[in-house]
């Protein structure tokens, strides 16, 4: 009978030793429980924070869609504005090269212009060189014509007197003549 007692006692030992066991593992179990519990509550609230990232990234998703929009407007834009600066670059480029033929047609009527002008100075230079003769003969004839004046002045005196002479010799012609009528006839 011991050895009754004694498989019973340590069939005892070994139940008491299953029950701590036991206690212990739903002890375990509780506070695997109260784990879960408390993982399940920070999977809501991760599950409630993944919500709201997720709606954060489907506005932010909205948000980049409408700036991309904006991108693909702005870049309409400017490839239209970048065309527009192309014409206008064309259109200047086809101005300046009208304004070098321009620049070149009125360096080439400058350089007439400046061989005319070197033949107007030469012929100038001739027309002041021939007027310096003319002035020297004008200077000479002048002269001339002074003496020419005075000798006129001197003739014109002359004749004055010699007129008075003729003057004077026609009234003795007259008187003689009266004389000599009346000569005749007193004969």
């Known amino acids: 009978m011991e050895n009754k007692l004694d498989l019973i006692l340590q069939e005892l030992k070994m139940l008491n030793s ?3 066991s036991l206690e212990s593992g739903q002890k375990s179990l509780e506070s695997g429980q109260k784990s879960l519990e408390s993982g399940q509550k920070s999977l809501e609230s991760g599950q409630k924070s993944l919500e709201s990232g997720q709606k954060s990234l489907e506005s932010g998703q ?13 870049q309409k834009s400017l490839e239209k504005k970048f065309e527009s600066l192309e014409t206008r ?3 200047l480029e086809k101005k300046f090269e009208s304004l070098e ?15 005319g002008l070197k033949e107007n100075n ?26 020419i004046h005075g000798e006129l002045a001197s003739i014109k005196k002359i004749q004055d007197r010699q007129d008075k002479i003729l003057a004077s010799l026609a009234l003795r012609s007259l008187e003689q003549e009266t004389v000599l009528r009346e ?3 007193i004969k």
């Open 18 to 20: 299953r029950v701590a």
């Open 62 to 74: 909205k948000s980049l869609e409408s700036g991309q929009k904006l991108l693909e407007s702005g």
């Open 89 to 91: 670059q064309k259109s």
């Open 101 to 115: 033929t321009r620049q070149k047609s009125f360096e080439s009527r400058l350089d007439t212009l400046e061989a």
């Open 122 to 147: 030469e012929i100038v230079k001739a027309i002041l060189h021939r007027q310096e003769e003319t002035d020297a003969k004008l200077e000479a004839l002048s002269m001339d014509v002074h003496k």
């Open 183 to 185: 000569l005749n006839r």
